[in-house]
C-alpha cells in the first residue's frame, strides 16, 4: 500500500485541506532526497527554534534561504568548477533544495554561516489578537432585563 485515504479525516472538517496536502507530500517523499545534506531542528526556547544544516564547501553566495507562505526553502548551488584533478572526491558539492513547513506565526528571525554550519532562527509571533486573554467577571446588567418588564 503506497498511499491512504484520508477523506474520512476531511468530511467533517472545513479549511484542512493544508494538512491533507503535508500527509500525502510525507507519504510521497523519497528518503533518499532528504538524506543531503544533514540538518538538525531544534527547540531553543518556548517560542523560539533553530534548523541547522551542515554545508560545508558552500559559501554564503552559493546558499539561498527563501519563505514563500508557510515554506522555508534553502538552496545550494555550487558552481561548476572543472578544474581539479581528482583521485578521490568524498566532499559533496551536489546542489540541493530542502524545503520545511513552517507552523502559522513562526518566521524566520536570522541566519549565519559558521564553520561549515547553516544556522536559521526561527521565532513564533502570535498576534495580539490571537492570544488566549482573560474575561474579567463583574457585575454587569443582564441581558433579559428588558424582556422581564415587557411581560
Known sequence: MTSLDFSP???STIGFDRLSRLAEAALRADSSTYSYPPYNIEKAGDDDYRVTMAVAGFSPDALQITVEGNTLTVKGEQPKNGNGNYLY??????SFERRFQLAEHLQVSGADLVDGMLTIELHREVPDALKPRRIAIGNAAPAVEHAKADA
Open 9 to 11: 479525516l476531511f468530511r
Open 89 to 94: 572526491r568524498g566532499i559533496a558539492t551536489r
